[in-house]
């Protein structure tokens, strides 16, 4: 059998997904990717909004000025970007047990959180044994490695 090799070109992108993703996360904050933020045009601020009928939430860029902003911090570790959300989340009644990442869209400059659609997958939600015995192979999710 002969096999079509392909080499992969790991600098064809080198910022991760060109996917946008907004977390929910446990601990009350809300942390995006890099195409949210640069959809969202780079801000320093951003409010948030919510859909009642369509359970999603939007975000979008925001002055300063405006009490209800929140600033963008950048992650230290990670090319991703934090909000504190924990207050709205109570408000809106956003269930906060455990980390959630969604898939965003952007409709009309807004970027849009649909809390319907299947959150994806995320390192928190997998198995994971965080003791000594952790290995590479459990911490992948890899059945019947120690």
Known sequence: MTRNWAAFD????????????????????GRFNAPVYDALGRPEYIELLWDQDG????????????????????????????????????????????????????????VVVDLDQHPARTARARNRTDGPEATQGNLLGLPGVR
Not at 12 to 28: A, H, L, Q, V
Not at 65 to 71: I, Q
Request: proline share 4%; aromatic share 10%; charged share 25%.
């Open 10 to 29: 790991r600098t064809s992108n080198p910022r991760g997904t060109t996917e946008g993703f907004f977390s929910i996360e446990s601990k009350g904050t």
């Open 55 to 110: 359970h999603a939430i939007g975000l979008r860029p925001a002055d300063a000025t405006l009490p209800w902003a929140f600033r963008v911090r950048k992650h230290a570790q990670a090319v991703s970007f934090i909000i504190s959300i924990m207050s709205f989340c109570k408000y809106h009644g956003i269930d906060l047990s455990e980390t959630r990442r969604y898939r965003t869209s952007t409709e009309d400059g807004v």
